[in-house]
């Protein structure tokens, strides 16, 4: 028997069958519809169409995921999956046991059961993208908080002036605020930002470096108030060359300045890519 597994994207819904081990056997995807009943049936063509037997159905969701009670709160760029009984629809419409668990926590228990924490009970997973999130693992499960926010690490508070971690923690808008800078202002990415970098521009290594601190002073921070083995990088930046361990320097830098400090956090790139939310949901199914 295997996992049917879903990854709820914005753009497109992933879905792959994994076993009970976490191998992938076989994915696709389909774009993601705008209402419920063009999801539900595509749902369920894509169980009906396939030949393996399903012991039953995972998914990765965006948004306060709540699987005891079946409704995920908060908002996300998928609205009509919030604020109603969404699993138990699914497991009727699907006619199999449905768990659902947030996107984050997903990628977090995916590395945790298979990839770059594997045999770590206690870690910090940040993904970096347009903002900052991630997920926080505890004795092995992930501590959800009493309002479903652990994890929601991008509203830390990185100045006077309200700005958060989000806000200038990401190359995304690293990126931004150094083309609004430049002369004349341009629309930039953030491969572009390093390039700038590369070539002196000094607008980029000021707006990099006020990244590289942020993320390193929030990991300095989370380590000590959480104490894990381990923090965890997630994010298409991670896969960036050299990223990881310029944001170790940094990391590095942050202790040196805290000399009561004995504790130097553990950083890490993420194993998984694309397939980190099937996988984690799968993992989230089997606990």
Not at 28 to 48: C, H, M, Q, S
Not at 73 to 89: D, E, K, T, V
Request: net charge negative; aromatic share 8%.
């Amino acid at each position: 028997m295997t996992i049917l597994a879903f990854d709820m994207g914005g753009t497109a819904v992933k879905y792959g069958v994994l076993t009970k081990q976490g191998e992938l056997l076989e994915k696709g995807k389909f774009a993601t519809p705008d209402n419920l009943d063009e999801l539900i049936r595509l749902l369920v063509e894509v169980k009906e169409s396939n030949t393996h037997s399903f012991e039953g159905a995972a998914f990765s969701c965006p948004g306060a995921v709540n699987n005891e009670t079946g409704v995920i709160g908060g908002a996300s760029a998928i609205p009509y999956i919030h604020n109603f009984p969404f699993r138990q629809l699914l497991e009727e419409k699907l006619a199999l046991p449905v768990t659902m668990e947030n996107d984050a926590n997903c990628a977090a228990l995916a590395e945790v059961w298979l990839g770059a924490a594997k045999n770590k009970q206690d870690i910090i997973f940040m993904i970096i993208g347009t903002g900052v999130g991630g997920a926080v693992i505890q004795g092995g499960k992930v501590h959800h908080g009493a309002n479903l926010h652990g994890g929601e690490f991008g509203y830390m508070l990185m100045n006077q002036e309200g700005n958060t971690l989000s806000d200038l923690g990401t190359v995304v808008n690293a990126a931004k605020r150094i083309g609004e800078k430049l002369t004349p202002a341009e629309k930039i990415d953030g491969v572009r930002a390093f390039e700038l970098r590369e070539e002196g521009n000094l607008i980029a290594t000021s707006e990099l470096k006020t990244m590289f601190n942020c993320l390193a002073r929030s990991i300095f921070n989370l380590q000590y108030a959480l104490d894990p083995e381990l923090v965890v990088i997630g994010g298409a930046i991670s896969e960036r060359t050299g990223f990881i361990e310029e944001l170790n320097t940094y990391v590095d830098e942050v202790k040196a300045s805290v000399p009561i400090a004995k504790i130097r956090p553990t950083v890490v790139g993420c194993e998984f890519g694309n397939d980190a939310n099937l996988i984690g949901a799968t993992a989230f199914y089997l606990a």
